[in-house]
Each structure stands twice: as structure tokens, then as C-alpha cells.
């Protein structure tokens, strides 16, 4: 059974940092094309990075320079840097695979307020 769990998240200031998980069971993330995810309230859920079977990264322009996509092959875990936090970063995050979604797992709430 495929289970995807975020973690990571919390309540950050303005200018902080953080960085999330993706912890993946029952399906291999290192050779497929992954991607995190964020959905803030009242908005759609939007894509704002991925990491390639190959290790290409790819950022929406909102985050690019400020968010990193890595990924440890051996824990089957992805990652998420977040620095240079914005209010407009505040949402529930979450990762899925880029091509064949599965279930999405319960995400994980980043805050950003002082």
C-alpha cells in the first residue's frame, strides 16, 4: 500500500526557515519524478517544486531562490528547504508523484506570521 507522510511544518516568522519531509512507503521515489505540493486557504493547490528521476529540480517562480527539492535515495524521502519565509508562503504542504498521483498523504502546515 502506498502511503506518503509530510512532515516538518510549524509556525515560522518572516524570514525564517524550515524544512519539510516526505517519507514515501510502498512506492520508490528515488527513480520517478516527484513534486511538493501547497494549498492555502481559499486557493487551489498549486505545485511548487519537483525533483526529477534524474535529480532535475524545477521551482514555480514564487519560491524560486528561496525553496530547495532534494531527496535522500536511501531513506526514499524528499525534502523541502524553505528559507526566506513570506506570509503568502503559509499553507498545508503536501508531496505526490508528478505523473501517476496516489493518495495524497495529510500534508503538513506551514504558518508564516510574527
Known amino acids: 500500500q502506498v502511503q506518503l507522510v509530510e512532515s516538518g511544518g510549524g509556525v515560522v516568522q518572516p524570514g525564517g526557515s524550515l524544512r519539510l519531509s516526505c517519507a514515501a512507503s510502498?512506492?520508490?521515489?528515488?527513480?520517478?519524478?516527484m513534486g511538493w505540493f501547497r494549498e492555502a486557504p481559499g486557493k487551489l493547490r498549486e505545485l511548487v517544486g519537483q525533483?526529477?528521476?534524474?535529480?532535475?529540480?524545477f521551482y514555480a517562480g514564487s519560491v524560486k531562490g528561496r525553496f530547495t527539492v532534494s531527496r535522500d535515495n536511501s531513506k526514499n524521502t524528499m525534502y523541502l528547504q524553505m528559507n526566506s519565509l513570506r506570509r503568502e508562503d503559509t499553507a498545508v504542504y503536501y508531496c505526490?508523484?508528478?505523473?501517476?498521483?496516489?493518495?495524497w498523504g495529510p500534508g503538513t502546515q506551514v504558518t508564516v506570521s510574527s
Open positions: 525533483i526529477t528521476g534524474t535529480g532535475a529540480t
Open positions: 510502498g512506492l520508490d521515489i528515488v527513480t520517478i519524478d
Open positions: 505526490n508523484s508528478m505523473n501517476e498521483r496516489v493518495a
